[in-house]
């Protein structure tokens, strides 16, 4: 139903930069929020910043002040613009859209089960210290 197509990781050095994209094709009339994911090695997917269909935004307090999430609606594209990169931001990024549920649009979440989310296939992010 939805097809999300993440782009833009890389291997950076520590306090550098990077901007990732997502790109959506088919029927996203369901998805009034979006945002993204990352599972570092070793570790459970957490949320790391959302946006909704009025462009309110949500961030993990990991990354408030470093990553920016902003999205084009007419072509369908959500970035991820992330600054001042650490070692421990090192992980594969996730592409996220609402299939129907997702309380309140937040990053954070109790549980992975209580959201009904469609996903990308993920770019990896690595920083080296």
């Known amino acids: 139903q939805v097809l999300l197509v993440e782009s833009g990781g890389g291997t950076v050095q520590s306090g550098g930069s990077l901007k990732l994209s997502c790109a959506a094709s088919?029927?996203?009339?369901?998805?009034?929020?979006m945002g993204w994911f990352r599972r570092p090695p070793g570790k459970e997917r957490e949320g790391v910043a959302t946006?909704?269909?009025?462009?309110?935004?949500n961030y993990a307090d990991s990354v408030k002040g470093r990553f920016t999430i902003s999205q084009d609606t007419a072509k369908k594209i959500l970035y991820l613009q992330m600054n001042s990169l650490k070692p421990e931001d090192t992980a594969m990024y996730y592409c996220?859209?609402?299939?129907?549920?997702?309380?309140?649009?937040?990053?954070?979440?109790?549980?992975?089960?209580?959201?009904?989310?469609?996903w990308g296939r993920g770019t990896q992010v690595t920083v080296s210290s």
């Open positions: 996220a859209a609402e299939a129907g549920i997702w309380p309140g649009c937040k990053a954070t979440v109790q549980s992975l089960d209580d959201l009904a989310l469609y």
């Open positions: 946006i909704d269909n009025t462009g309110n935004t």
């Open positions: 088919g029927n996203t009339y369901s998805s009034s929020c």
